[in-house]
């Protein structure tokens, strides 16, 4: 037993001293700790710049989904305009039709001098040059993608139309584009102004969430908060809302 623990005690020894007059060379040189050194800027760099590609990419992303949700809004609120033109239509068309019955009831009654009553005007429609410059300013977001060029041509028709049922879309619009570009001011004037004067319109709830978001933007939490709250309470169930709602839980 003591000769086992001799032989493994003069085998360490050894086995120490051998290591202890192995060359530094073997352990590691200058030139491979510089080379490491350069492998590591190498792999920090190739990594930063995935994270340059990665936000690159989801900033487009998210600028596809912005105008993805401006078309389908836009249709929708071109398709309330032809239902209620239509609806207007069919109003006049019954109003029109019932005339001469009421006419012949109030001969029969004695009573010539009684007049029909008269009907519900039908909304007007846009006029062609007011819808061109509407739609045109729409197509330079959507399909040319022409951002620069939309901001004056939404401005330009909310300034030759200032009448017309597409102005609140249009302030929207201009906001948006502003938004895109971080003119964060310029593009709280435009969401404002849609949230104060057009209380009915389908982009007031947006308008209300992008308000919030440049207040976030500009580190005011706490104004942020008070429009994405406004956002949830006067829009319950919208897409605006469940947004509002996610940034109320990253505040």
Aim: hydrophobic share 40%; charged share 20%.
């Amino acid at each position: 037993m003591k000769f086992k623990l001799a032989a493994i005690s003069m085998a360490a020894v050894l086995s120490t001293s051998s290591w202890a007059q192995a060359p530094v060379s073997s352990v590691g040189s200058s030139g491979s700790v510089n080379d490491r050194l350069a492998e590591l800027e190498r792999a920090f760099s190739a990594r930063s710049q995935a994270q340059i590609d990665q936000q690159r990419q989801l900033n487009a992303i998210q600028q596809e989904v912005s105008e993805l949700r401006g078309l389908l809004e836009e249709q929708s609120y071109r398709l309330e305009q032809v239902i209620e033109r239509q609806r207007g239509l069919l109003m006049a068309q019954q109003d029109a039709a019932d005339k001469p019955q009421q006419a012949a009831s109030a001969a029969q009654s004695g009573a010539e001098s009684a007049q029909p009553s008269p009907s519900k005007a039908p909304a007007a429609p846009a006029s062609g040059d007011e819808q061109a410059a509407y739609d045109n300013a729409v197509n330079l977001v959507l399909q040319d993608k022409d951002y620069d060029a939309a901001i004056p041509a939404f401005a330009r028709f909310i300034t030759q139309y200032p009448q017309s049922s597409y102005v609140p879309n249009a302030h929207y619009w201009l906001g948006q584009l502003l938004f895109t570009q971080k003119r964060f001011d310029q593009a709280k004037a435009q969401f404002a102004r849609v949230v104060e004067a057009y209380q009915t319109s389908n982009k007031r709830a947006d308008s209300l969430l992008k308000l919030g978001l440049i207040a976030r933007e500009q580190n005011d939490n706490a104004q942020a908060k008070l429009y994405f709250e406004q956002v949830v309470k006067e829009y319950g169930n919208t897409g605006a809302a469940r947004l509002a709602q996610e940034n109320l839980n990253g505040l």
